[in-house]
């Protein structure tokens, strides 16, 4: 078993790495101004949203969120992101999905502080907090976001309940992330039998985060390479899911799987 999956399949050993290895991590790519941590889609056949100049860098990373928001309308809507990392998601859904408020939550405190120095929206923005043990009445959201984090958390199904109890009926919950096999039943177990959710669609989304991950990779060797001390290049290669490390080794053969999921919370 590889690091990554040694990693992934321990809750308590995958908890504390995260929250080490993401303050660190936002420390030393403060200054590049990257705003998404993700893997990133591209859909051959989809069309290309209309970005301003300024967003058309992080397209690849963007073009995810917007396939994992499908054809929900964040208009007018109360929004949670859990896990929103640096802010990039949140921000592009703020000013171009008009939502009449947003929350980003993540973990990592650094973050939220890049967030806030870098990402300021009228209606939206950033708290820390614990995607097990959110902070927010019953009821809350028209929408609960979640990208590419789930696999950090140690109870994947506890964090389930918590995104079912600050759903309004009738909300929306719009998730996506990977998992090797040994977590893919507890995974979509959780999702596909909640007896406040009803799973809309689930889709294996493999080929178009390999086609993101390639866009990315001249950009995330580099910022590998200017952030991080050498020793940890091969590691931060593979986590970065550049073309050729283990990970998109891994997504190209399958033995990482990605899906993106949409569920409604139930009226009753
Ligand atoms: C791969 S990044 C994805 C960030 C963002 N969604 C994006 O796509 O750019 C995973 C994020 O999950 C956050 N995270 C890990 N464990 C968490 C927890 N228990 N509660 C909230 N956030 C957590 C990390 O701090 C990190 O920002």
Not at 71 to 91: I, Q, T, W
Request: glycine share 10%; hydrophobic share 40%; proline share 6%.
């Amino acid at each position: 078993m590889g690091l990554i999956e040694e990693v992934l399949v321990r809750p308590k050993l995958r908890q504390k790495l995260w929250q080490w290895w993401y303050p660190f991590f936002t420390r030393r790519v403060r200054a590049q101004g990257i705003s998404f941590l993700n893997y990133a889609f591209d859909g051959l056949d989809d069309p290309r949203p209309e970005l301003r100049t300024e967003d058309e860098a992080d397209r690849p990373n963007i073009q995810l969120y917007r396939h994992v928001l499908g054809g929900v309308d964040l208009r007018g809507k109360r929004v949670l992101e859990v896990s929103c990392g640096h802010g990039g998601g949140a921000s592009y859904f703020a000013r171009y999905h008009g939502p009449k408020e947003y929350i980003g939550l993540d973990l990592n405190p650094e973050g939220i502080r890049y967030c806030r120095e870098n990402h300021q929206v009228i209606g939206l923005s950033f708290m820390a907090g614990d995607a097990q043990a959110l902070p927010f009445a019953a009821g809350s959201f028209d929408v609960v976001i979640n990208v590419e984090a789930s696999h950090c958390y140690p109870d994947f199904p506890g964090f389930v309940a918590q995104v079912a109890k600050v759903l309004k009926p009738g909300g929306w919950f719009c998730h996506a992330d990977l998992r090797y096999p040994n977590g893919v039943d507890e995974w979509v177990g959780a999702l596909s039998h909640h007896p406040l959710l009803r799973l809309e669609q689930m889709r294996l989304i493999n080929p178009e985060v390999i086609r993101g991950m390639e866009l990315n990779t001249p950009r995330y060797e580099a910022m590998v390479r200017q952030a991080l001390p050498r020793l940890l290049h091969g590691l931060a290669m593979d986590f970065a899911g550049v073309k050729g490390s283990r990970l998109y080794r891994d997504a190209v053969s399958g033995e990482m799987t990605y899906r993106s999921f949409r569920l409604q919370r139930r009226v009753s």
